[in-house]
């Protein structure tokens, strides 16, 4: 058994909300919605971030063939440029509950912040994926989904190492970056400040 509280108000359907890629410089941001039966739980659920590659793959299928109801949601680099990071994060957590084949009663988010969906209750927990099963479900298909996106990107960009960095903003990304200059997968609104520091 994991650690993690099995939800916040037990009496409501209740779905867990998370999202991943929302610092990096390439790729889209990808939410995850999760609806878990009462009592299903897995002694390795925890945050995604917690998990090595190997733990979260396994998860992944734990969540898939025991999820009441799960859905993902993206939204692509060139929303981001156009509505800002924060509300394409909302963009993709929308997106992800409109796809959910079961409507829930409360919505638990990790993070701070949250644009309300339709007229479902919600609650922010920060750090959230570390305390409740539904939400650490949700990070962990979040987390593989925009991995394996970053892995099928990588070999139409391979210059970026998107495999190995997932576009997030490590040295090595940077200075392909600034060798190759942007593809059609990078943020522009990201990369902005990332092209004056490397001329800098």
């Known amino acids: 058994m994991s650690r993690l ?4 108000d037990p009496t409501l359907l209740e779905a867990g909300l998370d999202e991943a890629g929302r610092g990096c410089l390439a790729g889209p941001v990808v939410a995850a919605a999760v609806i ?18 190997k733990n979260r793959m396994l998860l992944r299928q734990w969540v898939i063939e025991n999820a009441s109801a799960w859905a993902v949601g993206h939204a692509s680099p060139k929303e981001i440029d156009e509505i800002n990071i924060l509300q394409a994060s909302f963009l993709a957590m929308h997106r992800a509950l ?5 409507l829930p009663q409360h919505i638990l988010v990790d993070g701070n912040r949250f644009k309300p969906y339709r007229t479902i209750p919600y609650r922010c927990a920060v ?15 979040a987390k ?12 139409l960009h391979p210059d970026y190492n998107w495999q190995k960095n997932k576009g997030y ?9 600034s060798k190759y200059g942007f593809s059609p997968f990078h943020r522009l609104s990201f990369n902005a400040s990332i092209q004056l520091e490397l001329e800098l």
């Open 169 to 177: 903003p490590t040295r090595e990304h940077k200075m392909a970056i």
């Open 36 to 53: 878990l039966p009462a009592n299903a739980d897995h002694p390795l659920l925890n945050d995604s971030k917690k998990l090595s590659e």
């Open 127 to 141: 750090g959230g994926d570390a305390l409740y099963r539904s939400i650490a479900a949700a990070s962990i298909l």
């Open 5 to 8: 509280r099995e939800s916040y």
């Open 144 to 155: 593989t989904e925009r991995d394996m996106i970053m892995a099928k990107l990588h070999l």
């Open 98 to 102: 409109d796809q959910l084949s079961v």
